[in-house]
């Protein structure tokens, strides 16, 4: 069981996939969210949610008041969980349920739809399946560059045996911390032009 930790929508239960997605743990999600809410990086944000699953990323970003939440995953099945999680969310906020909802579910694949996305996301969560090649995580994080305002985050979760990202010299590592088999890696959006 999974529930969405603090804000507006707290202690909503929220369904998980049966197969095929690995939900980020709960002790990863309440260190996160104890950090991002810190930094003071979640109020008004537009956040992008990759490879979503669930939702519980994006979700929890909305109850702690994010303005605006894309969930963004290609399996069926995890879509249609997402979708009943995110009408539920929104529902415990107090938000209206309609076409102008502040979270909108995408059924396709990460790299379509960061082909025709528009931004600017101050906050991304990127938690692609373990088995996703280097190659496709370095060419996710190239096409999320051009998407994030100056100074925005992107957080990827990856397996703690995995080597580190090969960032575009638009992303800077913020942090990196272990927790158990689950690495988070912090990238900021350069404020300044790479190299100069």
């Not at 370095?138 to 985050?153: F, K, R």
């Not at 960032?167 to 988070?184: C, F, M, S, V, W």
Request: avoid cysteine; charged fraction near 20%; proline fraction near 7%.
């Amino acid at each position: 069981m999974t529930r969405i930790i603090a804000g507006t929508a707290r202690g909503t239960v929220i369904a998980v996939p049966s197969a095929g997605t690995r939900p980020t743990s709960d002790r990863v999600r309440e260190s996160l969210f104890g950090a991002l809410d810190a930094a003071d990086a979640i109020a008004g944000s537009r956040v992008l949610d990759l490879y979503t699953g669930s939702g519980a990323l994006g979700l929890e970003a909305l109850s702690r008041g994010a303005a605006a939440v894309d969930l963004v995953e290609r399996s069926p099945q995890a879509v249609q969980v997402a979708r009943a999680n995110t009408a539920k969310v929104v529902a415990a906020t107090g938000e209206p349920t309609t076409a102008a909802m502040p979270a909108r579910v995408h059924k396709a694949a990460v790299t379509a739809f960061l082909s025709t996305a528009a931004g600017p996301y101050d906050l991304v969560f990127a938690d692609p399946p373990y088995d996703v090649a280097d190659d496709e995580i370095e060419a996710m994080l190239a096409a999320l560059a051009g998407l994030m305002a100056p100074g925005g985050l992107v957080v990827l979760e990856r397996s703690a045996r995995s080597a580190g990202p090969v960032l575009p010299p638009e992303l800077a590592l913020d942090r990196h911390k272990r927790y158990g088999d689950t690495a988070l890696w912090w990238l900021r959006r350069r404020t300044d032009r790479p190299g100069g």
